[in-house]
């Protein structure tokens, strides 16, 4: 056998090996999404349901698990499933939202490949088109630590999921029509708990132990603050970044935020009120669950703790304390604060201005001028068959305009891989922001009132701030983020004000790799929807 043949058959022999004992594990979900009736606050409404289920089912995964998520849509409308805080390394194929995904049609289904790859914490999945996040069709995510890979923490008793949120007693397309004809929502009816109204839903625990709470805001409108009765809070985790566990005997969480908190069973054998309420409204909708202690012969009792309200102070000196644990290990064994972000110079400064114009005499929102609007093709298919006419880089400008003038766009804004940025979010309003970036994780290194200038970069933390994918940002306020654009793809930077993404405060962030080389970038899945002016192309052949 010549060099090169041997040459050869050592490698199909390596690739085989590395297949067949290399990989990671596994784990396959089939989910079948359907409408179904249901009585989160006593009244039948038309809910998303998942397996029958409101929220749907939790997804546990170890870190660098493959998930194989297949769907079966048997709604009468298009579906999509995207999955908050989850990065889709290299894989922006996989995202479920409209710039990346065709949706699932009416009695359609589609397989998602994913892997929580380098990952750990506390995440939630969700629907992203057509409003039907107002209809359920949510569920947490959490993806464990590798066994031998040690937490900064003793193993809890138990781990409670908290899905809390705003809801509407209106049907999902009831709301959507009013979006759709230039008015807002209404103020939200009530807040739910996993699902449940007033005391609906109870969580049992054993006297002296203590317990993990995953506790994420899925609402579609407004900020909470989570406490427990007679117990304190001590905060382990912000989405995927393990903190220092400072305790709090309450926690501002913002649209599309999730957090952990370690609760001990200290106190005397009862019931006690475990509350999400509205934060930063002029009024305050409340509602709670139950911490029941497993000898507990009492019930609740007692008025429910209050908590801050529109007091904007005390929550910025909280997210300030917000500090991340730099001997703690992340995914991986090495200390998650050995990378020094705060040591790089950015190579650019991004700006993004959030605004609520009307056009054409109907409410929109937008970012720097730009009210965003879904192409009749996903972005990232379009690029990849570069097809004209659906999308422009630099449709979207890197700072705001001068002037109040907004205008419709499909916005992309142009990114190079392994560029590392400067965004900063500038609001103007008098409402709390809340921004989301697909696909990454980022460092949010300051905080403040006014308006952001260079000079600005002087009370910036570049030590220890937190790493996350959601940040708020205060009223006529900024908040300043580093991100290393690590991840090619096509990602949505959007609004986690449900009305506010749905009505335009969005856009993509397309960062580009000019190899074309499967290291940088997973190729088009073979099983990818196409539609729209892809319709009628191929995928690949393997």
């Known amino acids: 056998m010549g060099d090169s043949k041997l040459i050869l058959c ?40 998942i397996n029958g289920q409101f929220p749907g089912p939790h ?135 996993n699902g449940r109204g007033w005391n609906g839903y109870t969580f049992t625990v054993d006297p002296g132990r203590t317990y993990r709470f995953r506790v994420s805001n899925v609402g579609l409108t407004t900020s909470i603050n989570f406490r427990i009765q007679g117990h304190k809070l001590k905060l382990i985790e912000v989405e995927g970044s393990h903190t ?82 730099l001997t703690a290990s992340g995914p991986r064994p090495n200390p998650q604060g050995s990378y020094h972000y705060g040591l790089i110079t950015p190579s650019r400064t991004i700006m993004l201005s959030n605004s609520a114009p009307y056009i054409n005499g109907k409410q929109r929102y937008a970012v720097n001028g730009v009210s965003y609007v879904p192409a009749d093709t996903p972005l990232k298919i379009a690029d990849y068959f570069k097809i004209p006419g659906v999308f422009n880089l630099g449709s979207i400008p890197t700072w705001p305009p001068s002037g109040n ?22 609001n103007w309003e008098d409402t709390v922001q809340s921004w989301h970036i697909d696909g990454y994780s980022f460092f949010v290194v300051g905080m403040n009132g006014g308006q952001w200038t260079p000079a600005s970069r002087s009370s910036y933390n570049l030590r220890d701030t937190v790493a996350r994918c959601t940040t708020q940002v205060y009223p006529r306020s900024w908040t300043a983020i580093y991100m290393a654009l690590d991840n090619v793809g096509m990602w949505n930077i959007r609004s986690e004000n449900w009305a506010r993404q749905y009505l335009g405060q969005q856009f993509y962030l397309r960062v580009y790799s000019p190899a074309n080389s499967w290291r940088d970038e997973l190729p088009i899945p073979k099983n990818a929807l196409l539609c729209g002016r892809a319709r009628g192309r191929h995928t690949r052949p393997f």
């Not at 490698?11 to 009585?39: H, Q």
Request: charged letters at 15%; proline letters at 6%; one cysteine or more.
């Open 59 to 193: 997804i546990d995964a170890v870190t660098n698990d493959n998930l194989i998520i297949s769907v079966y849509n048997y709604l009468n409308e298009p579906f999509l499933i995207s999955w908050n805080g989850v990065q889709q390394r290299r894989n922006s194929w996989q995202d479920g939202v409209s710039g990346t995904n065709c949706p699932i049609r009416p009695g359609k289904n589609f397989t998602y490949v994913l892997q929580v790859k380098d990952q750990i914490g506390s995440f939630y999945y969700f629907p992203s088109l057509l409003f039907h996040k107002a209809a359920g069709g949510y569920g947490a995510i959490r993806i464990w630590s590798r066994p031998k890979i040690p937490v900064p923490f003793p193993s809890p008793a138990g781990d409670f999921t908290v899905l809390a949120g705003d809801w509407y007693k209106r049907n999902h397309y009831v709301l959507r029509r009013l979006l759709d004809s230039g008015h807002n929502l209404p103020f939200p009816d009530r807040l739910l708990i």
């Open 405 to 426: 003038n907004a205008y419709f766009q499909t916005s992309v804004m142009a990114a190079n891989f392994r560029e590392y940025v400067e965004i900063v979010f500038q």
């Open 244 to 325: 220092l566990q400072n305790t709090y005997t309450s926690f501002d969480i913002h649209l599309g935020q999730s957090c952990s908190f370690l609760v001990t069973a200290d106190q005397i054998p009862q019931d006690y009120y475990v509350v999400a309420s509205t934060r930063f409204t002029r009024r305050v909708l409340t509602t709670t669950a139950v911490l029941h202690y497993s000898n507990s012969k009492r019930g609740v009792s007692g008025p429910v703790p209050g908590a801050p309200t529109i007091q904007i102070a005390p929550s910025v000196m909280q997210a300030r304390s917000i500090r991340w644990n």
């Open 10 to 49: 050592c490698f199909i022999a390596c690739i085989l090996f590395l297949g067949v004992n290399g990989e990671n594990p596994y784990r396959y979900i089939t989910w079948k999404v359907t409408y179904g009736d249901i009585y989160p606050l006593g009244v039948k409404q038309q809910g998303i349901l």
